[in-house]
């Protein structure tokens, strides 16, 4: 397969990058799909690394115990990416939930059907930037669960 140096950069990024998320769902759930699948495309990293001189990518690499892998500098990268992106679907799944709670307590089902879809969806959008602004003026500070 013949790819550019910036192809086969991006390449063996997105292989690390699908190898950390496989193997942070592998330790999350208890099937072990997820741990294979993290596997395999650790082996086919391995694969890509091996190549690296061929790609003038050499930068990229580096030997521990004999075995080839991605450089700390971009490792550490990739990992502070994902712990974002973590962040940010978490604040966004908080907030999905926040809003579709407050939308069904303010329209009951039976009140829900009588109004147009137009308007539930502005009503939900109201209630998502509601919730999107306290949660980016104060975080974690206010938040409380009651039961």
Not at 21 to 49: Q, S
Not at 69 to 87: C, F, G, R, S
């Amino acid at each position: 397969m013949k790819l550019s140096k910036e192809q086969y950069r991006t390449l063996v990024i997105a292989l690390e990058t699908a190898e950390n998320f496989y193997g942070l769902m592998g330790e999350m759930t208890e099937k072990n799909v997820h741990a294979k699948k993290a596997d395999d495309i650790k082996n086919l990293t391995a694969l890509f690394l091996e190549e690296a001189a061929d790609h003038d990518s050499k930068d990229l690499v580096e030997e521990f115990e004999g075995e080839k892998m991605l450089n700390e500098k971009v490792a550490t990268k990739i990992i502070t990416d994902l712990e974002e992106y973590n962040e940010y679907t978490f604040w966004d799944f908080l907030v999905d939930q926040l809003t579709q709670k407050e939308l069904h307590e303010l329209y009951p089902e039976n009140v829900a059907k009588e109004m147009t879809e137009e308007d539930l969806e502005n009503s939900f959008y109201e209630l998502q930037e509601k919730y999107k602004k306290i949660i980016g003026e104060t975080g974690i500070k206010h938040l409380s669960i009651n039961k």
